[in-house]
């Protein structure tokens, strides 16, 4: 594979990460950009960003013609959070809120994130410098959310 990311995939990476910056955002990749950065071989759906609760407001403001699904609880059978959804040159983005996320695992149980964008290992990828998730962190995550997917990036980002 030559790159993880489509052309309009690594066009809205960079201006999301451009703006991001730009504004004194701190923020996170995380999710399976997180995991290919790592190593993992695998397409980009889409793209995962963590972000503090206390920058949502500015984050509305910047994106505000970019949200598809604006800020709101999700709660389904593997994700407790709140996020807000932009769709930037056609691809879709989910800024997650930092605090208080939490997943369930195989089981049911609820498990709160103890995730730390102070702990963001800085990756330079093409022309940028992307703050990506903990790897242990990561590896945490998709080894609690226990889906297929996890389990093969977690393989492949071992190697």
């Not at 040159?89 to 195989?106: H, K, M, P, T, W």
């Not at 990506?132 to 977690?154: A, F, G, P």
Request: proline share 3%; aromatic share 8%; with cysteine.
């Amino acid at each position: 594979m030559d790159s993880p990311l489509s052309s309009d995939q690594k066009r809205a990476l960079r201006y999301i990460v451009s703006l991001l910056q730009g504004n004194n955002i701190s923020f996170q990749i995380t999710g399976g950009l997180a995991a290919v950065l790592y190593g993992a071989r695998r397409p980009v759906y889409d793209i995962d960003i963590d972000v503090c609760e206390n920058d949502i407001p500015k984050i509305r403001e910047i994106f505000l013609k970019d949200i598809v699904t604006d800020y709101h609880h999700l709660q389904d059978e593997k994700f407790d959070l709140y996020l807000l959804i932009l769709s930037v040159y056609g691809v879709s983005v989910d800024i997650s809120q930092l605090e208080r996320a939490c997943i369930y695992d195989v089981r049911g149980e609820r498990v709160e994130m103890q995730s730390d964008i102070a702990r963001a290992k800085n990756i330079a990828w093409e022309d940028m410098a992307l703050p990506v998730q903990d790897k242990q962190e990561l590896i945490t995550y998709k080894t609690i959310l226990n889906r297929d997917i996890d389990l093969s990036d977690i393989q492949e980002m071992s190697r």
